[in-house]
Nanobody, 124 residues
Framework: QVQLVESGGGLVQAGGSLRLSCAASARTFSDYTMGWFRQAPGKEREFIAAISWSGSRTYYADSVKGRFTTSRDNAKNTVYLQMNSLKPEDTAAYYC?????????????????WGQGTQVTVSS
């Protein structure tokens, strides 16, 4: 069982930045691919980014490529999502998730454990 807790969400103006953190309880955190998703009201959960167990490979949705960066610190059991140049359309609840599958996993059903989410609101 893996417990994930996100933090770092909040209200920011367009063009601003936020860094989300996701702390994991797993003793074998480095066994998991970690992913980030978001979900806006009335919309499906959307893949944002994923990072391999070692951190050597990352994947991003086209909508955030060049603006968002994910990284991980296996010694701290934590994964991060640095979000720059935020836009109002980035407003959503953001979730981190853990998968035993490879780092190419980009669909919600490929992830085994989920955090409770943290709200990001970008004002225009």
């Amino acid at each position: 069982q893996v417990q994930l807790v996100e933090s770092g969400g909040g209200l920011v103006q367009a063009g601003g930045s936020l860094r989300l953190s996701c702390a994991a309880s797993a003793r074998t955190f480095s066994d998991y691919t970690m992913g980030w998703f978001r979900q806006a009201p009335g919309k499906e959960r959307e893949f944002i980014a994923a990072i391999s167990w070692s951190g050597s490979r990352t994947y991003y949705a086209d909508s955030v490529k060049g603006r968002f960066t994910t990284s991980r610190d296996n010694a701290k059991n934590t994964v991060y999502l640095q979000m720059n140049s935020l836009k109002p359309e980035d407003t959503a609840a953001y979730y981190c998730a853990a998968s035993v599958r490879g780092s190419g996993a980009n669909r919600p059903w490929e992830y085994d454990y989920w955090g409770q989410g943290t709200q990001v609101t970008v004002s225009s």
